[in-house]
């Protein structure tokens, strides 16, 4: 038997990978991690499934769940939110697993940053406006952030920024990344991105943090900070560019 860490996408049950959603319909275990998950993933789960919400449990009550249905040889369909490879808790459960001896195996889902480009309509990398796109969240209540990581040192490369885990953080991340981006640079917060109840709010980092306070999102929203956001006139990409020599493919 194996543990399945599927990534469930961002929100809309459609988004799943059709990997994830295979497996979520042929294991008779299924844990998932509370309300980030849609109830249609869940519900594509095999009748008489065991279905758990991981939302109220431990660490150590979560990996029970998995040593039992290892126990009884059944396969699990461990579910997260957006893509596992990030902000997932999945890399101390998969810690536990190896010191048991259970296989496990990992599905990667939609990132809600990729929903959240999506929802805007916009490209998070622009020819010589952005390259690099640098993904990280403030601490807040959650662990500490590395020393090398503070949001002053990693806004000096005037990247496109996506925050996780961080809206309520809103007001010291305008104040620290305006010496670097300017006051006027554009902003974009996403709440719960390909949700039925998705907003979208635009603004710049002098602007933004009244219009979130005014919202009232509080929670389960990503932020955006960067030229790309607003940026027409950029260069064209090199890829389709007429001069470039291109090598036809062999059968």
Not at 164 to 177: S, T, V
Not at 209 to 223: D, F, N, P
């Amino acid at each position: 038997m194996t543990i399945h860490f599927i990534g469930a996408g961002p929100g809309a049950p459609d988004l799943i990978t059709v990997r994830g959603l295979r497996l979520i319909e042929s294991c008779p275990v299924c844990l998932y991690a509370g309300s980030l998950v849609p109830r249609a993933i869940i519900d594509a789960a095999p009748q008489g499934a065991r279905v758990v919400d991981t939302s109220a449990l431990t660490l150590d009550e979560i990996v029970a769940e998995m040593s039992r249905a290892h126990a009884q040889g059944h396969d699990v369909a461990r579910l997260h939110s957006g893509d596992i490879s990030i902000y997932g808790a999945v890399a101390e459960q998969m810690r536990r697993l190896d010191a048991l001896g259970i296989p496990h195996d990992m599905i990667p889902g939609v990132p809600a940053f990729a929903a959240a480009a999506a929802a805007l309509g916009i490209e998070l990398t622009l020819p010589e406006v952005a390259q690099t796109v640098i993904l990280t969240r403030t601490a807040l209540q959650s662990s500490a952030m590395p020393a090398s990581e503070a949001l002053t040192t990693l806004a000096q490369s005037k990247a496109t920024l996506v925050l996780h885990l961080a809206i309520g953080d809103i007001e010291r991340i305008a104040r620290e990344a305006t010496p670097f981006y300017g006051a006027d640079c554009p902003v974009a917060v996403v709440y719960r991105a390909s949700w039925p109840d998705q907003k979208i709010l635009r603004g710049t980092l002098a602007t933004i943090e009244a219009q979130v306070k005014v919202s009232g999102i509080t929670r389960t929203a990503l932020i955006i900070v960067g030229r790309v956001l607003d940026t027409a006139d950029f260069a064209d990409s090199h890829l389709y560019a007429s001069d470039r020599v291109r090598i036809p493919l062999k059968d």
